[in-house]
């Protein structure tokens, strides 16, 4: 079946560096999400992602965050200064249509140091 | 405002028993409801979803919810329970009304430990 995969499992990264989190959403799928979940707290969507441009993001995705869809298959997301509190388990998805499910990676735990 | 709420952060069933992980939220318009399952550092599964139709949408593994309007609850249940169900289920929710809001209102989980 296939998968969202994401790269890497584990980024640790010094506070006001920037970090990359990579994402390969299932090949026919339109729609591209990012979420995020600090320890112990809800899942919190980030932003959302069609048609190459940002369909909504959340009050989070300030102007250090940043979404791209560099070539046919990957989705990255991009945090420019990190912050201590960025640290959190960042997960993508993906979804065919905008009605059906949205399929989720593994997620990348994000250590700001 | 979009919210989903799921009363219990555990629920401890023994293995063979029914169990039901409790869900209510709260849009505007019609509702998407999700249930997704989370294995220790493994990514959110989806298990099964309500869109329209039958109130008992069965999905994955053995488990089905009832969306249930009036009460504006989505119940997860499953008749018998496995020690292999024991993991973080997490609720979710869309308002369809919502026009290009396409994002997940999340539930904070809740812990499901089947015991043998």
């Known amino acids: 079946e296939p998968e969202v995969t994401q790269t890497p499992s584990h980024q640790v990264t010094q506070m006001g560096q920037e970090v990359i989190l990579r994402c390969v959403p299932i090949s026919n799928h339109l729609y591209f999400y990012w979420y995020r979940q600090i320890l112990g707290q809800k899942v919190e969507f980030l932003v959302s992602?069609?048609?190459?441009?940002?369909?909504?993001k959340s009050e989070i995705f300030d102007d250090q965050f940043s979404v791209e869809r560099p070539d046919g298959s990957n989705f990255t997301l991009k945090i420019r200064s990190t912050k201590l509190e960025d640290s959190a388990m960042y997960f993508c998805?993906?979804?065919?249509?905008?009605?059906?499910?949205?399929?989720f990676g593994d997620g990348t735990r994000l250590s700001i140091l | 405002a979009q919210s989903v709420a799921q009363p219990e952060d555990q629920v401890n069933v023994a293995e063979g028993n029914p169990l039901t992980v409790k869900c209510t939220y709260s849009v505007s318009g019609n509702p998407y409801l999700f249930w997704y399952v989370q294995y220790p550092n493994r990514g959110l599964q989806f298990l099964l979803k309500?869109?329209?139709?039958d109130n008992l949408v069965k999905g994955s593994y053995g488990f089905e919810a009832e969306f249930n309007k009036s009460q504006t609850s989505f119940h997860l249940k499953k008749p018998s329970a496995l020690v292999s169900d024991s993991a973080l289920y997490f609720c979710a929710v869309r308002d369809w009304n919502a026009g290009n809001n396409r994002k997940l209102i999340w539930g904070l989980g809740t812990s499901l430990a089947v015991n043998p």
């Open positions: 309500y869109i329209t139709g």
């Open positions: 998805a993906s979804s065919e249509n905008s009605n059906q499910p949205q399929h």
């Open positions: 992602f069609y048609n190459n441009e940002i369909s909504e």
